[in-house]
């Protein structure tokens, strides 16, 4: 990670001919490394492959014993793999479902229908085309998706006309409408009905944070207030962990600190220790020291 070190789990080995890479791949695939079975596949520059999910094959109801290697063998005579995982938990222990990629949706549609419903070392498991958490939340709530769009931030020169003409390239539109005052003054916000889903979606996606008429607006799914704030209070909180994580031990409390120390002096006192990224005295609304601060360093 480029501000903990730490390894992402994964690395790259180029060979100077084919022939090694492939015998590198067929003898220490799933091999043990410090306890933890590897997946050895061949890097693809393009990895929109990967990324779309075709030829992505889901596994549920496996039994306990069945590792990484012995999905592979099971799932390898209906094509090329490109990848072959078997989920487990925090005990290296399977969870009982497992994923394969195939090259082509064609073979993974093959694998589907000769291994959907069979036996698998005595136990019955279901084999079908992996969905995305995002998709799959689509059929389960169909809440989920919308048609109306609420934008904010808008100047007070942009009207109607102006936000049907900003998002008509996404798709038809049933209404557009600028919120106004008594005085017919715009609000500075409004909304966006369209009539399918996916257009909705790419107007959101590729409006949100630009400028209209000058000003940053957003742009995101018209909700009612209530579940609005809800969702803001969740991302925050979500953010905030991932900052807590992400800073977890390089990130140092001092307190303690007398009202003649600032910035500066906290970081060249701490300087010697290691590369600092921040070093910050908290202080009161009339620039007044609390006697306390924080140095967040590049490495645990």
Same mark, same amino acid.
């Given at each position: 990670? /480029?501000?903990?070190?730490?390894?992402?789990?994964? /690395?790259?080995?180029?060979? *100077?001919?084919?022939?090694?890479?492939?015998?590198?791949?067929?003898?220490?695939?799933?091999?043990?490394?410090?306890?933890?079975?590897?997946?050895?596949?061949?890097? *693809?520059?393009?990895?929109?492959?990967?990324?779309?999910?075709?030829?992505?094959?889901?596994?549920?109801?496996?039994?306990?014993?069945?590792?990484?290697?012995?999905?592979?063998?099971?799932?390898?005579?209906?094509?090329?793999?490109?990848?072959? +995982?078997?989920?487990?938990?925090?005990?290296?222990?399977?969870?009982? *479902?497992?994923?394969?990629?195939?090259?082509?949706?064609?073979?993974?549609?093959?694998?589907?229908?000769?291994?959907? #419903?069979?036996?698998?070392?005595?136990?019955?498991?279901? !084999?079908?085309?992996?969905?995305?958490? +995002?998709?799959?939340?689509?059929?389960?709530?169909?809440?989920?998706?919308?048609?109306?769009?609420?934008?904010?931030?808008?100047?007070?020169?942009?009207?109607?006309?102006?936000?049907?003409?900003?998002?008509?390239?996404?798709?038809?539109?049933?209404?557009?409408? !600028?919120?106004?005052?008594?005085?017919?003054?715009?609000? #500075?916000?409004?909304?966006?009905?369209?009539e399918s889903h996916d257009a909705a979606v790419k107007a959101v996606e590729e409006i949100n944070g630009t400028e209209v008429a000058g000003k940053k607006v957003m742009c995101c799914r018209a909700e009612k207030k209530d579940k609005r704030e809800a969702e803001n209070k969740r991302k925050f909180q979500q953010r905030r962990a991932e900052q807590q /994580?992400?800073?977890?031990?390089?990130?140092?409390?001092?307190?303690?600190?007398?009202?003649?120390?600032?910035?500066?002096?906290?970081?060249?006192?701490?300087?010697?220790?290691?590369?600092?990224?921040?070093?910050?005295?908290?202080?009161?609304?009339?620039?007044?020291?609390?006697?306390?601060?924080?140095?967040?360093?590049?490495?645990?």
């Amino acid at each position: 990670d /480029a501000v903990t070190r730490r390894s992402l789990g994964y /690395a790259y080995v180029n060979y *100077h001919n084919m022939v090694d890479a492939e015998r590198a791949l067929d003898t220490l695939n799933y091999t043990p490394i410090k306890g933890s079975p590897c997946r050895i596949m061949w890097k *693809h520059r393009d990895p929109s492959m990967r990324i779309s999910g075709i030829g992505n094959v889901f596994i549920k109801g496996l039994e306990k014993d069945i590792d990484n290697r012995v999905l592979n063998d099971t799932f390898s005579q209906f094509g090329n793999i490109i990848s072959c +995982k078997v989920a487990i938990d925090a005990n290296m222990k399977s969870k009982g *479902h497992g994923y394969v990629q195939y090259e082509t949706k064609e073979e993974a549609d093959t694998a589907i229908e000769k291994v959907n #419903g069979k036996l698998v070392n005595g136990k019955k498991v279901t !084999v079908c085309s992996f969905m995305t958490r +995002k998709d799959r939340e689509k059929i389960t709530n169909p809440g989920l998706t919308f048609t109306n769009v609420y934008i904010n931030n808008l100047a007070e020169t942009v009207d109607e006309t102006a936000l049907t003409d900003l998002f008509k390239k996404y798709g038809k539109t049933t209404s557009v409408v !600028v919120m106004r005052d008594e005085n017919s003054k715009s609000k #500075g916000f409004g909304f966006i009905n369209f009539e399918s889903h996916d257009a909705a979606v790419k107007a959101v996606e590729e409006i949100n944070g630009t400028e209209v008429a000058g000003k940053k607006v957003m742009c995101c799914r018209a909700e009612k207030k209530d579940k609005r704030e809800a969702e803001n209070k969740r991302k925050f909180q979500q953010r905030r962990a991932e900052q807590q /994580a992400k800073y977890q031990g390089v990130n140092l409390y001092v307190k303690n600190l007398d009202d003649t120390v600032d910035d500066e002096k906290l970081r060249s006192t701490f300087a010697a220790y290691g590369t600092i990224q921040s070093a910050k005295v908290m202080t009161d609304e009339n620039k007044n020291s609390k006697g306390f601060g924080f140095v967040c360093f590049s490495s645990p």
